[in-house]
């Protein structure tokens, strides 16, 4: 069978944000790509359609958020965005708290009332656990950052179900990115620009690939025919598992993955909050989400929840968040070195890179790889 009827310049493998800034960018300098998608639709797990008047998210909750201005700017070329700043609940048995970590969380935990009670607090616990030096494990990592008491309600439970694994053999850095302040402030994420399409995401993509040098074709694994399409393409970008490719010759690489149960509600506000987290261990699911919040737009007397459990990968499921741990990362850099080696493959994207990104770091990464391929092609 011949693919490359139309003498494309490249073929794209997943019509996710990588491969689709890069068939955008492509198409702006006269090249013409070919995009292939196992899904039956674009946009990864960016993609986002309307039901009852919500923007519901496919994938589970996407909020944009950056301090990149040339990312924000970029993307605002193709949107719209509403301004919404995340601010989640955590229920733990019933008992609800503010987060990320902040003087609320604490007031709520402890009754303290200033940054120094909260921090003495804090300390406290930390020299009552015997934490001191580098943390060791994420367990330790939290006790040090936060104390004991938030750890054992707001993050042991959620992070166990989250990872399938006991807190003391996941790494530290997991934690890390989560914010701790000691304001009044219950923005979950630090960067100066941040909000959600109010068309959705999926318009995003559609007004990117919306060009006649470009061609989409979903449904439609890689895999099943590499080799005819590493022959007959000049070159391939890449965004599936980089183990995958490789056809697992050093071992599968270890994800977790995510399965969403959604419903629609009779009713305006089922919850009060777009993101409620259920941090104890014996909720089976880790947190629901209410699109209508994250938007303010529904039909009367409708709302949609999606509740999200976190479960084990296999190749019949899809792979959301790589294990970084040392050895899935010592693994990922046997593929690597194996990458580097074909000059005609671009591999990218959070499974071309067994890496989790952030959305403005695919975007980034994206016109990156962009920048590099056609600076090289210049010359």
């Not at 503010?98 to 709520?108: A, G, K, R, S, V």
């Not at 009779?266 to 987290?277: D, R």
């Amino acid at each position: 069978m011949k693919y490359n009827k139309k003498n494309y310049d490249y073929l794209i493998v997943g019509a996710g944000p990588y491969g689709s800034i890069f068939a955008y960018e492509a198409a702006k300098r006269g090249k013409r790509s070919l995009i292939i998608e196992k899904r039956p639709h674009i946009g990864g797990n960016m993609y986002t359609h309307k039901e009852s008047g919500i923007n519901v998210h496919d994938y589970g909750a996407h909020i944009f958020h950056t301090d990149n201005k040339e990312v924000w700017d970029y993307i605002n070329q193709f949107t719209e965005f509403n301004g919404y700043i995340n601010q989640v609940i955590a229920n733990y048995k019933g008992e609800l708290y503010n987060l990320p970590f902040n003087m609320n969380t604490f007031y709520q935990m402890w009754g303290v009332k200033t940054p120094e009670e909260a921090s003495k607090k804090i300390l406290e616990q930390r020299e009552a656990a015997g934490i001191s030096g580098v943390p060791k494990n994420l367990e330790e990592q939290a006790i040090s950052l936060i104390g004991t008491d938030i750890y054992m309600k707001l993050i042991k439970g959620y992070t166990e179900k989250q990872w399938g694994r006991k807190s003391t053999d996941l790494p530290p850095f997991i934690i890390r990115r989560l914010p701790v302040r000691y304001t009044f402030d219950n923005n979950y994420f630090n960067h100066r620009y941040q909000g959600i399409p109010i068309d959705g995401y999926t318009v995003i993509f559609e007004k990117m690939l919306n060009s006649e040098l470009i061609d989409i074709t979903c449904g439609v694994d890689f895999l099943d025919d590499k080799e005819v399409y590493l022959t007959e393409f000049p070159k391939i970008i890449y965004t599936g598992m980089i183990d995958a490719f490789f056809d697992y010759k050093f071992g599968e690489l270890e994800y977790r993955s995510v399965r969403f149960e959604s419903k629609t509600v009779n009713s305006n506000n089922f919850q009060g909050n777009a993101v409620i987290n259920y941090t104890d261990a014996e909720t089976p699911f880790t947190r629901i989400m209410e699109w209508r919040h994250f938007d303010n737009n529904a039909d009367d007397g409708k709302t949609i929840i999606t509740k999200e459990f976190p479960q084990n990968w296999d190749k019949s499921k899809e792979a959301y968040y790589p294990v970084n741990d040392k050895k899935n990362s010592d693994l990922f850099k046997r593929y690597k070195v194996e990458a580097n080696k074909i000059d005609n493959v671009i591999f990218g994207g959070r499974l071309g890179n067994y890496q989790y990104y952030d959305m403005d770091q695919v975007f980034g990464a994206a016109l990156k790889a962009v920048d590099k391929e056609f600076k090289n092609n210049n010359k």
